[in-house]
Nanobody, 122 residues
Framework: QVQLVESGGGLVQAGGSLRLSCAAS????????MGWYRQAPGKQRELVAV???????NYADSVKGRFTISRDNAKNTVVLQMNSLKPEDTAVYYC????????????????WGQGTQVTVSS
């Protein structure tokens, strides 16, 4: 069984920083892309940032220049460094693993973490 465990959410003032971490555990052969999504109350879940196994990144326009995503392929971990936080960044942040291949079946699935709350006060 695969689990994605997130940590690092919390309450911070506007302009502050938070660091979110996500670790995937289980019999994992590979993960194509890992990323972070967020969902604010009354809104749809949206992509924040994603990174491929080769290190290619993509960011939502709203976070470019403020957030940085990084990944350790050997440890199956992904980190989102969030700087210059704004009240509109307040949401539940979810870790996502895209095309995670399991051993020994070599079947591929997508997985989500349980979510971690980020609250930015003005």
């Amino acid at each position: 069984q695969v689990q994605l465990v997130e940590s690092g959410g919390g309450l911070v003032q506007a302009g502050g920083s938070l660091r979110l971490s996500c670790a995937a555990s289980g019999r994992i052969f590979s993960i194509n892309a890992m990323g972070w999504y967020r969902q604010a109350p009354g809104k749809q879940r949206e992509l924040v940032a994603v990174i491929t196994s080769g290190g290619r990144t993509n960011y939502a326009d709203s976070v470019k220049g403020r957030f940085t995503i990084s990944r350790d392929n050997a440890k199956n971990t992904v980190v989102l460094q969030m700087n210059s936080l704004k009240p509109e960044d307040t949401a539940v942040y979810y870790c996502h693993a895209d095309d995670l291949t399991l051993m020994p079946t070599m079947r591929t699935y997508d997985y989500w973490g349980q979510g971690t709350q980020v609250t930015v006060s003005s």
